[in-house]
């Protein structure tokens, strides 16, 4: 069986073309990423009306890249949410359109849950059960993961997400949208140990995240200091730091509290070094192990929409002739898929 996935939920223009035996076909991603800039974050009409000229050219793209014709496809997948309205609306008609055509199943798929199964397209998948650390712009959460579908949420973000806080830091340090791999370069540069921030929620038990207060910590900081490259880079480190521990102290209650012994961190923010390497350190000491996607798929792609849609399809699980976009849609609402 082949699946087409179409990811339209934010920025990006995401396509593939997943076979379950050959694995991944072909994926093509378009960022729209220097469309937003001057305006310093996404602006929704504009993202819709770029998916409306970038999906089908696309789509043709991973069909020449697979050489291969409508009729060797069995069904498409598209992100059904959460994301933006608008820009669900675009991937959700012209996926539902292309299945009415090609007379094949139309699967609507949950964002998230593709972000969280990323990391099974890689060589060595991670086997269930694990903690998920779904870290991307607009989501931050720990989710225990028992099998495909059975998600129970354990803690979340109460303000901003983890690449929100990232980003919102970024501009006030003067830097572009999308900011936070912007920040985590300059961090690089950064002296450790020259200011000391914060790790919001960690002194009292709970596995939710709060990172609002940190991005006022960081104005106040750099308001009280000079502007020179070297303190924007100190700054810049202490601010990484701070979101890397508490992001790490919340994934190791969460192992703990279960007894799970493997980690799966997910989601754009899942491509900052820093994070890597703390929670790659944190579970060697564990005993554990952790898994993550290739870098190009942390951010939004089409192959994680065509695999978690190749996983629900290979199941009989497809939607009927409704356009499916759902700006919100909590990830432990999906249904779990027998094993
Ligand atoms: O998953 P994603 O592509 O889109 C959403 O579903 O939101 O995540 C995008 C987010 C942005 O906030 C971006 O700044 C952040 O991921 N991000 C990073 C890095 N790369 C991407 N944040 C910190 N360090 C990075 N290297
Ligand atoms: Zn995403």
């Known amino acids: 069986m082949r699946i087409l996935g179409i990811e339209t939920s934010c920025d990006e223009t995401g396509i593939a073309i997943y076979d379950e035996h050959q694995g991944l076909l072909s994926h093509q991603l378009y960022s729209q990423v220097k469309l937003h800039a001057d305006y310093g974050g996404v602006v929704p009409e504009l993202a819709s009306r770029d998916h409306v000229k970038k999906t089908l050219p696309l789509i043709r793209a991973a069909m020449q890249e ?59 998948p991670p086997p269930f059960p694990f903690i998920a650390l779904l ?7 720990l989710v225990k993961v028992d099998g495909i579908g059975e998600y129970e949420i354990m803690g979340e973000s109460i303000d901003d997400a983890a690449g929100e806080a990232f980003d919102k830091t970024a501009k006030l340090m003067g830097l572009d949208y999308p900011g936070g791999p912007l920040l985590s370069k300059l961090a690089q540069n950064g002296t450790p140990g020259r200011f000391k921030f914060p790790r919001p929620m960690t002194d009292r038990p709970g596995l939710d995240f709060s990172f609002s207060g940190l991005k006022t910590f960081t104005a106040n900081t750099i308001a009280s200091n000079d502007g020179s490259e070297q ?14 521990d508490t992001l790490a102290i919340k994934c190791r209650r969460a192992l703990q509290q279960t ?53 629900r399809l290979r199941q009989g699980e497809y939607q009927d002739l409704a356009v499916q976009a759902k700006p919100r849609w909590p990830i432990d609402k999906l249904a779990p898929i027998e094993k």
């Open 259 to 311: 007894g799970y012994k493997r980690l799966v961190i997910a989601g754009g923010v899942s491509a900052n070094r820093r994070l890597r390497e703390e929670l790659a350190a944190m579970m060697s000491k564990l005993g554990g192990e952790v898994f993550y996607p290739r870098t190009e798929f942390c951010t939004d792609n089409g192959a994680m929409i065509a695999f978690a849609g190749m996983q």
């Open 66 to 124: 697979a050489n291969l014709t409508p009729a060797d496809i069995d069904g498409v997948a598209y992100t059904a949410g959460p994301g933006l309205v608008g820009a669900l609306l675009v991937g959700a008609t012209i996926g539902r359109s292309l299945a009415y055509a090609w007379n094949v199943p139309a699967v609507a798929v949950h964002h998230m849950e593709g972000h969280l199964l990323a990391p099974m397209l890689e060589d060595n």
């Open 231 to 244: 303190t924007r880079a100190d700054i810049a480190l202490a601010f990484e730091q701070a979101v890397v």
């Open 135 to 141: 870290v991307s712009g607009g989501h931050t959460m």
